[in-house]
């Protein structure tokens, strides 16, 4: 089974909001909510100001408290490993919604809790997700890593990463990187 992964190369995101676009209409995001989402973050004190653009989505992780909290079983981990949302079983009860520590779900108009599904339909076709092949900056990368020689995993061993609230113990497989510049998120 593969353990598809994102990495996200923070110093290379350019806020442009390419990734944000091209998810809305890859994936069909009513105009008001959003699967993925670029925060800007300013730290210091004037002069000496840092401001850095992250990217947040699904982490889909590796304990996923939405998965354990959902009555219906609609949200699920798949053959692939990722945590995906099946529409036809979600009776809209938000609890996967409240369970997401990283804020990464909604409640869809038509009754159903939505998120990332890292493009599920476009995996199944050997493609990357939207957001991945969007990216004016390049600093999203996408891919197995069970696969030592994939891009993913030579980014993992060669800088060091972190993941958005390491505390929650959730495992996510969403990575940040920093090239330039030491510390965490």
């Known amino acids: 089974m593969p353990r598809y992964v994102m990495v996200i190369d923070v110093e290379k995101c350019i806020g442009c909001m390419a990734c944000v676009i091209a998810c809305k209409k890859e994936n069909n995001v009513p105009e008001e ?13 004037f002069p000496s100001l840092r401001m850095e653009l992250r990217s ?8 996923a408290p939405c998965i354990d909290a959902c ?41 159903y809790a939505d998120k990332c599904s890292f493009c599920e339909h476009r995996l199944k076709e050997g493609k990357k997700p939207a957001c991945v092949e969007t990216c004016l900056g390049k600093s999203r990368i996408f891919g ?39 510390g965490g998120l």
């Open 33 to 45: 909510h959003f699967r993925t989402r670029v925060v800007e973050e300013v730290r210091g004190e």
């Open 144 to 182: 197995d890593l069970e696969d030592p020689n994939s891009e993913v995993a030579e980014l993992l061993r060669k800088y060091d990463s972190s993941v958005r609230l390491e505390f929650a113990g959730t495992r996510p497989r969403v990575f940040y990187i920093k090239k330039k510049f030491a």
């Open 56 to 63: 947040e989505l699904c982490n889909h992780c590796e304990e």
């Open 71 to 111: 009555p219906t079983r609609a949200s699920h981990r798949a053959k692939d490993g990722t945590v995906q949302i099946d529409r036809k079983k979600c009776i809209g009860c938000k609890a996967c919604i409240l369970a997401c520590p990283y804020d990464a779900r909604y409640s869809h108009p038509k009754g």
